[in-house]
């Protein structure tokens, strides 16, 4: 079924696998950043949900901030939220109910604010109220901008002397090079014997996925969790060690005792060498308590190709398994339908 292009074809009516093969250029357009004016910032509160809240999960791994971050996944800020507080507000869609809200909070507190979308009410309520936008290029759907959303972020926080970093678009090159390199592995036209992408979506296909990482690569994780979810239609859930071994770990050692689960753990030479000790007790430890992992060996020379190489890859891998799904892994019906019961 994966080698038949006819068939990829007919289910992909929007060419998300399109998308995936050429999103790393979105990291090497750069942000006009030059009306993003901050001083005395203290903290940074990111407000953003579902793929929009992606972008700032990466932050959190890349580039080294000089404050701390936090991301807000709700309608309220931080009661700590004041004048030298730096608010990014970002919704893709620009209508995100959740965000609009953190955004009334912010100018209520006085925040510095910077909003980030691709249009709707953000767009209308930042020129009206002459906060700094920085617009997002059109993509079918938002996840499917999380790429260009992390570069605008990462420039609106080079901009604001929040970043410790040398040559940020020489390393946003390189990741993307590197990335859009290793992906020619994994696109349709190569069969499933020589596609790691496929043969792993073949292994997921039925069963609820697990991904682990470490800290650091969590954002990744995170972000295959949704690409299940969205891209699949498929459960998920993702979690991070060392946190895991502190609780989850003994979770798999009983109940319940039929687990149609699919493991996958994201690993990197890169990780604390105690994390990577930790994956490789806790498979040992595991063993015949829950399914074998699928060891994914996250491929790059430094962490930002490393986040990059992992995010792509788990888009190839979750479009694959909407494609055995018998599904066309862009449109979210229910979600569009949630949104109209909500309002009634």
Request: charged residues 20%.
């Amino acid at each position: 079924m994966l080698d038949d292009l006819k068939y990829i074809h007919q289910k992909d009516r929007e060419d998300a696998i399109g998308v995936a093969e050429r999103q790393c250029s979105q990291l090497t357009t750069e942000f006009d950043v030059s009306d993003v004016h901050s001083a005395n910032i203290l903290n940074v509160v990111y407000a953003g949900m579902g793929g929009s809240a992606i972008p700032a999960l990466l932050v959190k791994s890349w580039p080294t901030l000089t404050v701390p971050l936090e991301i807000v996944r709700d309608y309220d800020l931080p009661f700590y939220v004041g004048a030298q507080t730096l608010c990014i507000v970002a919704s893709y869609s620009g209508n995100t109910e959740e965000t609009i809200s953190a955004l009334a909070q912010a100018e209520a507190k006085g925040a510095q604010i910077i909003v980030i979308a691709s249009g709707g009410k953000l767009e209308q309520l930042a020129k009206d109220k002459g906060h700094p936008f920085l617009k997002i290029p059109k993509a079918e759907q938002p996840r499917y901008a999380v790429f260009s959303m992390f570069r605008a972020t990462v420039d609106i926080l080079a901009k604001a002397g929040l970043v410790q970093a040398e040559d940020l678009p020489g390393q946003f090159e390189a990741a993307a090079t590197h990335v859009t390199e290793a992906s020619k592995a994994w696109r349709p036209e190569v069969p499933i014997k020589d596609n790691p992408a496929k043969q792993l979506a073949q292994e997921l296909m039925g069963k609820s996925v697990v991904i682990y990482a470490s800290t650091s690569l969590f954002a990744a994780a995170y972000k295959w969790k949704i690409d299940c979810n969205e891209n699949a239609k498929q459960v998920a859930w993702c979690s991070q060690l060392p946190e895991f071994n502190h609780n989850e770990f003994i979770g798999w050692s009983e109940q319940p005792r039929q687990k149609p689960y699919a493991v996958v753990d994201l690993r990197s030479n890169l990780d604390h060498p105690r994390t990577q000790k930790r994956f490789e007790v806790s498979e040992r430890l595991l063993s015949g308590m829950r399914p074998a992992p699928h060891v994914v060996a996250v491929q790059g020379s430094t962490r930002l190709e490393q986040l990059i190489w992992a995010v792509t890859f788990g888009d190839f891998v979750t479009l694959y398994l909407a494609f055995l799904n018998g599904l066309d892994p862009a449109p979210v019906d229910l979600v569009e339908k949630f949104k109209v019961e909500l309002d009634k």
